[in-house]
């Protein structure tokens, strides 16, 4: 990859543009720092200095908050949006989306921000003890708590007609739970007879026999797919933390994995999911850094960036061919009662599993319609958060085809809820479609593209998403910017058309 | 060592002294932030992501500047000031310095602010291309400005009576030049006769025989030293960088060091620097956290604490009595052909060499002494710039006994002086002084405290260190402190009794 500088430039048309985007420039130059701070505690932080790494992050998020909610922004909105008509396009992109940050920052009052917070504070503490604990009670005080608060706050942002929308929308501009239900719909029709046949069928992955890969191999081995993939580690690093996570900017972009010797599956997909991320990110417009055309347009289409790199692109035939005999290099004896065949099975494995973050590829999107399903009915006050377990395990056994054995493995497996981050989870599965559509239609426009990945390249691909989806910062909502590519918005039909094409094949 | 949690406890005895400790909290909040993007930089910071890091470093420094200088500090120093009779000894070493640390954020108009620091960074890179072409001349008009404005500086402080003695105070408070001359004087006149007899010696250290010391088992022994003589690992980290540093605060101790395989000796003695500094770090009052009570005396105390660590204790027989078998354990091929004896000689090697970085502890004060003295000429005007490296040449064969190959190994070999640093230099030999009387005030005080050595024991040492200097942050000047635990201030004697003490018998 290209040694790219990180420069700095702004557009200057409007008088008031200069100082808004200065404005943006020193927020966002914060926010980056904090980003950091957020790094460093994952992958460096001394046990004993949590604390005082808590008391820097107030701070910085409060002067963060002070810059993002200062009255001369509202003061250059004005007579930007009322000279609208004069603006590019771009120009008007950077003003629409300093308006909804501006208003975000501002609407919320103190008091609100500040309960919010402590709850959310409190709230994770109550989640990481009543899962350790297997008791949902201690938990279900502060989750009700959290569901009011996500109500309130769609309130106070005027958006009390359809709270679920508004909490949707801070994670994928545009979208909908309406528009989401009826994707959802169509997918799970179609999943589920897909899912039971893989899963009945009589060919099983060996993926125990996969064990013993020693750590330092592994890195060396995953470093090398990323960079290979794209990944420029002039302005970007891989590290070890406990949960795999995508971090940083365009300028500085830091991923982390994790290890196990005996699951060393986990870690390869785990890290080129999170290269996927970082590929975006490194692809997003360094010029334009600190304002909307250079961030990412929300959580669906990042998910799809990662997903699509993790299981179109590193789950194929070709992907394989490339790296296999660089995989038994690393590790012969480890792969020595594998054949092709079974390694390539291996890699994709379905297998029912009650917890989300450790399932295949198929029968994750029905973990996502679970939560999705009851989330919608949790903030639109169909369901009690005292029913919610009992409501979990009855859908989980319905759409996923098992309930899990407690509640530690079920309802209260994941950390989102604690943090009132309702309408986060769909944005995974939005991904995964998003990433078949966008991969059938690359293979429409390069043919050949997978004999691309069989020599060890993957530079067309990428520079196809640099060009349709990465360049474009948020100049598109999530489903404009799909529809811009593919010429339709999200249809769950290449997802579907995706799975039986890998998985029908190998199962049979 | 203990898990100290990183407590934040204030005084409150004054109605405005809350106020100004709040204040001061939220400034050495985002100071340490601005110490742990420095040390990211040194650490982490890929190669292309230098320009955004800048742009942060600017925007943190701005804010940092604007909290330093905020008119409300006046506002409460004011009536603290006015009290100050009924402040006890702590509340007035937080005021005191609170002033003087106002009075410096204040007092430098923000044009002289911006000029300095634009200079700064142009002088930074003029001096290192300077360096690398050996080329004096491309950094002389640097040098200029940053004398030129040095003067300044001490002028708008209103110390233009004797601005060097301002720079040495920045470094270490109460200290002056004509008490640094005076010492420098005596410990020249002392050191020289020393040195010359060791150089003459017929005993030569096989240090050439060090060679591929494995990195990997390097590090895993200087982890294991560090924590042994007390590094607390709950709240600090050991790491690599270009040159070794100590970065952080008590709640948060960043190390690093080099590695070269075949100068093993070099990253051992410079971890051992690092974790004295590191030590002292980790023993001020981490519940006067942010305040002077809870930060470092000035430069010269840090060094008597790094330089007492890597000399006086870890150049010891004792130490090596207990480090020796671990140290051949962990590298029994290398240090085959060497003898106990051959080894102790080799870590108390002393050799002329142009280049203070390298030299052993006996040469480096002859560094030290010819840096304060063209230092002290420049500031005061008795020597130009122009004349500098002649001037360098001339003394540096008068003092060390050689002139430097080429200005690349003389004058341009230090990066102080493109940051306009003089009076930086002197704490470096201040630090062997104090070390060295610290060292027999001890010995006197637990006499026998080198039989812990010997048996890894190096509690007792840390403990008086920790009573005596660490946990009185500022609250005493450099030599009102050295005063109080030694009864006298800073005298040569005790260097010179301690090099004659551990070098004469090894070179007679």
């Known amino acids: 990859m290209s040694q790219v500088a990180c420069k700095l430039l702004f557009m200057l048309e409007h008088p008031s543009l200069k100082a808004l985007l200065d404005k943006q420039a020193k927020q966002h130059n914060v926010g980056t720092v904090l980003g950091l701070l957020g790094w460093d505690e994952q992958v460096n932080l001394p ?5 005082q790494r808590a008391h820097e992050m107030a701070v910085l998020s409060e002067i963060h908050h002070n810059l993002a909610s200062d ?39 103190t008091d609100y921000v500040t309960e919010k917070a402590i709850l959310d504070s409190q709230a994770y503490h109550a989640w990481v003890d009543a899962r350790g604990k297997n008791h949902f009670g201690a938990f279900a005080p ?33 979208m909908t739970a309406d528009t989401i239900e009826e994707l959802f719909n169509t997918l799970k029709e179609e999943l589920l007879p897909l899912a039971r046949s893989i899963l009945d069928s009589q060919v099983k992955a060996k993926t125990e026999q996969l064990k013993g890969f020693p750590i330092e191999k592994q890195k060396a081995f995953l470093t ?55 590929l975006y990110e490194q692809g997003l417009p360094i010029d334009q850094l600190h304002n909307a055309l250079g961030q990412a347009v929300g959580m669906g289409i990042h998910e799809s960036q990662s997903r699509l790199w993790e299981n179109q692109v590193s789950r194929s035939r ?45 029968t994750y999107n029905f973990h996502i319609i679970l939560r999705f399903e009851l989330e919608k009915k949790l903030i639109g006050g169909e369901l009690s958060v005292d029913d919610l377990p009992a409501e979990w395990n009855r859908l989980s056994k319905e759409i996923i085809g098992l309930s899990p054995p407690s509640d530690k493995e079920g309802v209260l497996q994941d950390v989102h809820w604690s943090g ?59 489903q404009d910017l799909v529809t811009r590519v593919t010429g339709e918005p999200i249809n769950p039909k290449y997802l579907i058309k995706y799975l039986k094409d890998r998985y029908l094949p190998l199962y049979s």
Chains 1, 2 share one sequence.
């Open 420 to 478: 009132g981050m309702f309408g986060y989870f769909p944005s995974y599965c939005l991904g995964n479609m998003i990433a078949a559509q966008l991969w059938y239609k690359a293979l429409e426009e390069i043919p050949d593209l997978l004999s691309d990945f069989s020599q060890g390249k993957f530079d067309r691909l990428l520079a196809w998403l640099r060009g349709r989806i990465h360049q474009h910062g948020k100049r598109y909502d999530t």
């Open 224 to 278: 090398e797919v990323a960079e290979t993939l794209g990944f420029d580690y002039q302005r970007g690093r891989f590290d070890v933390a406990v949960h795999p996570f995508c971090s940083g900017n365009a300028c500085d972009t830091r991923l982390t994995t994790r290890f196990d010797e005996d699951v060393p599956l986990d870690s390869l997909f785990s890290s080129i999911h999170e290269t996927g991320h970082g």
């Open 71 to 109: 009255s001369s922004i509202e003061t250059l909105l004005q007579p930007l949006e009322e000279d609208w008509a004069k603006l590019n396009a771009d120009e008007q992109c950077v003003v629409k989306n300093s308006r909804k940050d501006y208003d975000r920052a501002t609407r919320l009052p």
């Open 142 to 174: 502060f989750l009700k708590r959290q569901v009011e608060m996500s109500v309130k706050g769609a309130e106070l942002m005027g958006k009390s007609d359809n709270p679920y929308d508004y909490q949707i929308d801070l994670f994928d501009p545009g």
């Open 47 to 51: 046990p004993a200095s949590s604390d």
């Open 318 to 362: 070709e992907f394989w061919q490339h790296f296999e005999p660089k995989y038994r290099a690393a590790f012969p004896e480890q792969l020595t009662g594998l054949s092709s065949d079974d390694l390539y099975l291996a890699v994709n494995s379905v297998t029912l599993c009650p917890i989300r973050v450790d399932s295949d590829e198929v």
